[in-house]
Each structure stands twice: as structure tokens, then as C-alpha cells.
């Protein structure tokens, strides 16, 4: 049997190096929260806090913070310890609340740089539903035919 790290492991792409995301490859939580999903220890945890956890050897103090912003994003060197009210400050300041659908671009102008990153390392209809929009939204992004974002 795969020793659990190993098979965390397994799951993580960490082809882009030491600095960039590693992207979680295996399944998601929802459309509404694509957080990876990592069963350990007889419960499902979110793949970005085992990893923090991991990288640290102790359990994590609030909530486990992005940098990079990239919900599948398991590099430790990209996560950080934080409260729910500096979470959501980050997210404010970065732009990653939704706005008004009909009139604003489905993705911030990060997550295109992480689907653009993400071409042919992660299969366009996982990306679609890591960001709730169609492949063909993924595709036009990647090939550079659109170019607005929020």
C-alpha cells in the first residue's frame, strides 16, 4: 500500500519548478470552492492545508492562506497562515470577489495567468470546472483570443 505522502504526492504537479504553483490534479471540492480534496486519515481534507501541514509537521493555527491566489495551488512556499478577516482582505485587494455576471468578465486577470500556466499541464474541462466556465472559455483564454479580465 502507498504510504500517504506518497500518494498525496502523486497528485500534486510540481513540473514548473520550485517557485511555481504546484497544481492539485486529482478531485475538487465544488464549482463554487475548487479547493483540492485529499482523503488522510479517514476524512477528506483540503489538499492545499495537508500540504501546508506537511511542510510544516504541525497542524495549522486558522486558516491556510494562498499567495499565489490558484485554489489548486499545493506549494508550500505559496501558503500561509491567516484568519478568515485577512483572507478575505486578500481576496478584496486582489479582486477575487464575484461581480455582477452579465457585465463582467467571468475570470480575474490572476486566474487567466493560472489557466494560461496551466496549458497542457491541466486538461481544459478540469480547469473549466475548477472555474466555473465553459472549455471553450478556457481555450480562448490559453490561444490568447480573450483578453479582458476583471
Known amino acids: 500500500m502507498m504510504a500517504l505522502t506518497e500518494r498525496f504526492e ?3 504537479d510540481r513540473s514548473g519548478g520550485a517557485e ?34 506537511q511542510a510544516h509537521g504541525r497542524k495549522a493555527q486558522g486558516v491556510v492562506m494562498h499567495s499565489c491566489n490558484n485554489k489548486l495551488c499545493c506549494n508550500p512556499l505559496h ?21 455582477d455576471p452579465k457585465t463582467s468578465p467571468k475570470l480575474t486577470t490572476r486566474q487567466a495567468v493560472e489557466v494560461i500556466c496551466n496549458k497542457g ?15 471553450s472559455t478556457i481555450c480562448d483564454i490559453q490561444n490568447g483570443k480573450v483578453l479582458c479580465y476583471r
Not at 34 to 41: L, R
Open 79 to 99: 501558503l500561509s497562515e491567516g484568519t478568515h478577516a485577512q483572507n478575505s482582505s486578500d481576496a478584496a485587494r486582489d479582486g477575487l470577489y464575484s461581480r
Open 20 to 53: 511555481a504553483c504546484h497544481p492539485w490534479k486529482a478531485s475538487v471540492r465544488s464549482k463554487s470552492a475548487p479547493y483540492g480534496n485529499f482523503w488522510a486519515d479517514g476524512k477528506t481534507v483540503s489538499a492545499h492545508v495537508f500540504a501546508f501541514e
Open 10 to 12: 502523486s497528485k500534486v
Open 121 to 135: 499541464v491541466v486538461a481544459t474541462r478540469r480547469l473549466a470546472s475548477v472555474y466555473g466556465v465553459n472549455q
